[in-house]
């Protein structure tokens, strides 16, 4: 009887000591790490991306499934032009591309691209590729101060 007294003796003590002053377990933790990114360029990332604008202002926007694994991704693309969005989805199978297009495009717009695959997901956003020679406007915009242009397209000075 005496041994049982002291074994319940003992189990209410610790109860009580544990109860009293906590387990002393973490409730946060701050932990300094490196960290490594590699980029690459957009025509070999895991994910290519090329974008042109044609003389109509149509966007053309192709993507090339080149994630290392043979796994297909699901991507969304998403245009914000002028306050609108346009949305296009395709599914890209590993080491295919694809094409979506888009109809009259500005300069201003930007491009959203959202890939997901089954261990990956890829996210970025890039301007639309306008230079001068895909821009519409007046001949004059086209051509520099105090040259002409000809009929068959070519500058003179």
Known sequence: MR??????AVVFVS???VTATGTQSLSTTQLERGTTVNVA???VAALGYAAEVDDVQNLMV????TVSSDQSLDVVVEVHDNGASTTKSAT????EARQLEFADVSCDATIDVVA????????FT????CDS???QGTEDDQVGEGENEDSQGEVQE
């Not at 890209?92 to 080491?95: K, Q, R």
């Not at 997901?116 to 996210?123: D, L, N, S, T, V």
């Open 116 to 123: 997901k695959g089954q261990a990956i997901r890829i996210e």
């Open 41 to 43: 360029p957009d025509d």
């Open 3 to 8: 041994l049982r007294a002291i074994v319940v």
């Open 133 to 135: 020679s895909n821009v």
């Open 92 to 95: 890209i199978e590993h080491g």
């Open 62 to 65: 192709q993507l090339t499934n």
């Open 126 to 129: 890039r301007p639309v590729p």
């Open 15 to 17: 109860v009580l000591a």
